[in-house]
């Protein structure tokens, strides 16, 4: 993957992070990924954090994904939008905010 020399650090900006470990490998420079900047600021803002996805088809993904940074024991699992996936705007929103309190 090719860098700009002017670059001290590297954001690769897909939430899923298809491909960090690679590109960690391959450069010397900080590489950080949109997931795990979520993830890490999430948590400093709250004790256990839950994922809502837009789809259940990521909820297995993302649970790899949280358990792959070391975060599993602060992480209370992955949830769907609502009664329908999220598309377009919050569909279930009154649930949303139920789970969140």
């Given amino acids: 993957m090719p860098i700009e020399p002017a670059a001290d650090a590297l954001v690769l900006g897909h939430f899923q992070e298809p491909g960090l470990l690679e590109i960690r490998s391959s450069v010397d ?3 950080i990924a949109l997931g795990e900047a979520n993830l890490l600021t999430a948590l400093s803002m709250g004790q256990r954090i839950e994922l809502v996805n837009i789809d259940p088809i990521f909820i297995p993904w993302h649970d790899r994904q949280v358990r792959g ?4 024991e602060r992480y209370v699992g992955g949830a769907q939008g609502g009664s329908a996936p999220i598309h377009g705007g919050l569909h279930g929103r009154e649930d949303l905010c139920r789970r969140a309190r």
């Fill in 29 to 31: 420079i900080p590489v």
């Fill in 69 to 72: 940074h070391g975060l599993g």
